[in-house]
């Protein structure tokens, strides 16, 4: 009965631990201006909309005036649901932290994306790594300014996750081909 009992026990706090989200603390300004017009989706967790899409891109990243705000086009094409894209204004909270703006309409289909920090890294701007702490644990896309990765690529995503540490070393990622015909629709 005692085995039982600390099995059940060894299970929640395995549950509690693994479900436990903190965001990395970023050191390094993010490098946007150094950042090309387009950056493809090359890397993702396995979200079941990846499944689903044929191509995800950022564009329009820019700054708000002389605020601490970004504003970022997510646009994505699926065979299935077509391309749909979603204009975000991120005010930055600490380096590399943000908080997405969007409207209120906007906000009820987003919800989850929305009520959370984002953190963006990329101190070369060569690689943007997008996270955030969602309902199922840690997510990830990892975006470039072409539709191809690289086996640096990898390596340099995998050695950023093991600086972070607190359980993102541990993210599994998929490679994520942006096709070529949908890339060139939007």
């Not at 009965?1 to 050191?27: G, K, Q, Y």
């Amino acid at each position: 009965m005692m085995f039982i009992l600390l099995a059940i026990v060894s299970a929640i706090a395995v549950t509690e631990c693994a479900s436990t989200c903190i965001l990395p603390e970023i050191t390094c300004e993010t490098a946007w201006e150094q950042m090309p017009d387009k950056l493809y989706l090359v890397f993702a967790d396995n979200d079941p909309f990846n499944e689903v899409t044929s191509c995800r891109t950022i564009t329009n990243i820019r700054p708000i005036c002389n605020t601490q705000q970004m504003k970022i086009n997510f646009t994505s094409y699926s065979e299935t649901f077509g391309p749909d894209s979603v204009d975000g204004v991120f005010q930055k909270k600490n380096t590399g932290t943000y908080k997405i703006i969007i409207s209120e309409e906007a906000r009820k289909e987003f919800n989850s994306f929305m009520n959370v920090d984002h953190v963006f890294y990329s101190c070369d701007g060569k690689l943007l790594i997008h996270v955030w702490c969602s309902e199922n644990g840690r997510a990830v896309e990892v975006f470039k300014g072409s539709t191809k990765s690289t086996a640096e690529d990898a390596l340099y995503v995998h050695n950023t996750f093991a600086k972070w540490k607190n359980g993102w070393e541990n993210i599994k990622l998929y490679p994520f081909i942006c096709s070529i015909q949908h890339a060139n629709k939007f």
